[in-house]
Every structure is written in C-alpha cells, then in structure tokens.
C-alpha cells in the first residue's frame, strides 16, 4: 500500500447527515464518496441487480426471507432455468469487505456505513468518524429528504437502528454505538452539518498531517 494513500471511514445514525458530510469531506480533500458505488461493485460482482442487494445491505435477513431464498435456489424449475445466486448475509458481509479493503488498497476514499471502520481496521493511514443526531432532528431530515411524515420517519428510525445494531454485532462482535471505536463523534444536531464536516476535516488533516491543497 503506497505510504500516502489515507481511507476515511463515516459511521451515522440515520438522518444525521453522513451523505451530505462524507460529500462536503470529499470536495474539501479530493478523494472519492463512496456509498451507492460499493453496492453497484458488489452487485456486479455477484451478478445480481442492485435493487436484489439494496434491502439487505446492514441489515440481518428474516427466517422467511432465508427460507424462500433456499426453496427458491432448490426448486428444480428454477435451477433448470436460471442461475440465478442468493447470496448469504455472511456471503454479502465477506464481498463487500473485500471489496472495500481493495479499493482501500488502491486509493484514498472515504467510505460511508457498511462497517467500513471495523473493515479497516488495521489500515496504517485510516480515520474513522462517527455521526449522531438527535431523534428530532433525524425525523424533520428523513421527512424532507423522503417526503414522508412524521410517524413514517419515526418508524424508519427505529427499524433502522434496531436492523444496523443486529448486524454489526453480528458480523463484528462490536456496540456500533461505542465512542471508543471511532477517532472522533459528532452530534450534527449540536453543531449542525456544515460545522461538523468542518470538525471531521480538521480531525482528518491533524490525525494523518495532511496540508492544505
């Protein structure tokens, strides 16, 4: 790995902004935002449809979603016909490892979610940053970038944060939630997004001394 390649990881809590930061993050540094591009590598990959893949990215698949998976990929008529792959969520967790440590090796980037600071770990020039918000204002940011009501954003939290908990500590043994695995967190509520990714890039530059461009 060349000594200047860096990889910033972003861990959020929905609705706390990490889409916005890990782009103003990215213009301010000049190293690529990864977060749908990941899913279209892995889609590729294995040779699946994004929006196969799309539902079940951080999150742990139902007995019944497992279920139909396996009687789909046994049934006869569907073998015969198809080949047609249904990953296991360990099969998606080892993929996209691999490919985010590829990348990793390649160049400096700065991946959203997907357990990426756990992913890279030991990489010798990595910062890991994590977001929190308050519920109130993760509602009033879901309700505006999905056009949903307050209840439905509610919903979304909670099922969200119930989901990405299971799998991370499924996949990495690890409270996600634990200030103690990241280099710096951030209550965008408190500071708000633009000063956050102020407070992320200043983290960045002073951790692995990076200048001004």
Not at 33 to 48: C, G, P, T, W, Y
Not at 71 to 79: G, W
Not at 80 to 102: A, G, H, M, N
Request: hydrophobic share 35%; net charge neutral; glycine share 4%.
């Amino acid at each position: 790995m060349e000594e200047k390649l860096f990889s910033v990881t972003i861990s959020h809590q929905i609705g706390s902004g990490g889409a916005y930061i890990g782009e103003k993050l990215s213009e301010r540094l000049g190293i690529p935002f990864l977060d749908r591009a990941i899913l279209k590598e892995v889609s590729n990959q294995l040779n699946l449809a994004e929006s196969e893949l799309e539902h079940r990215e951080e999150r742990l698949s139902s007995f019944w979603e497992n279920f139909n998976r396996l009687v789909a990929y046994t049934n006869p008529t569907t073998s015969l016909t198809s080949q047609t792959y249904f990953p296991t969520d360990k099969d998606l967790f080892q993929v996209e490892c691999e490919t985010i440590k590829r990348i990793a090796e390649k160049s400096s980037a700065i991946f959203l979610g997907r357990c990426g600071y756990y992913v890279l770990r030991d990489h010798p020039r990595k910062v890991s940053i994590m977001l929190i918000a308050d519920q109130s204002s993760r509602v009033k940011r879901l309700q505006e970038l999905y056009k949903i009501s307050e209840k439905e954003a509610l919903e979304m939290i909670r099922t969200n944060d119930r989901e990405r908990s299971e799998y991370i500590r499924t996949f990495t043994k690890q409270d996600w939630l634990d200030v103690r695995l990241y280099d710096i967190c951030i209550n965008t509520t408190s500071v708000g997004l633009d000063c956050a990714a102020d407070l992320a890039e200043n983290c960045i530059r002073a951790k692995l001394r990076l200048t001004e461009k």
